[in-house]
């Protein structure tokens, strides 16, 4: 059984630079491309940023890049979302999952609230 896990989140000021984690259980975690999506209020979920199978490249949607940094740890089944700079529009419930995973559950995803 396939079991994703987000955490990190939470009220940020502008500017902060919270991490969030990604632990994911039930299937070969080594073996995919992970992403980081997020999901504003009243907007659709929206890819963030993936990261290859070796960690050595990432891709990032152009609303984050130079600001977000995604990374691995697949010998603990966990990925990380390190954001710096953000902003209020960064504000959104964000998940985690396998690319190509299509069937998967997502997870219950992370609040974070970018406000003064």
């Known amino acids: 059984q396939v079991r994703i896990v987000e955490s990190g989140g939470g009220l940020v000021q502008p500017g902060g630079s919270p991490r969030l984690s990604c632990t994911a259980s039930g299937f070969s975690f080594s073996n995919y491309v992970m992403a980081w999506y997020r999901q504003a209020p009243g907007k659709e979920r929206e890819w963030v940023a993936h990261?290859?199978?070796?960690?050595?490249?990432?891709n990032y949607a152009d609303s984050v890049k130079g600001r977000f940094t995604i990374f691995r740890d697949s010998a603990n089944n966990t990925m990380y979302l390190q954001m710096d700079s953000l902003k209020p529009e960064d504000t959104a419930v964000y998940y985690c999952k396998g690319v190509g995973r299509v069937r998967d559950p997502w997870g219950q995803g992370t609040q974070v609230t970018v406000s003064s």
């Open positions: 990261i290859s199978l070796t960690g050595d490249s990432s």
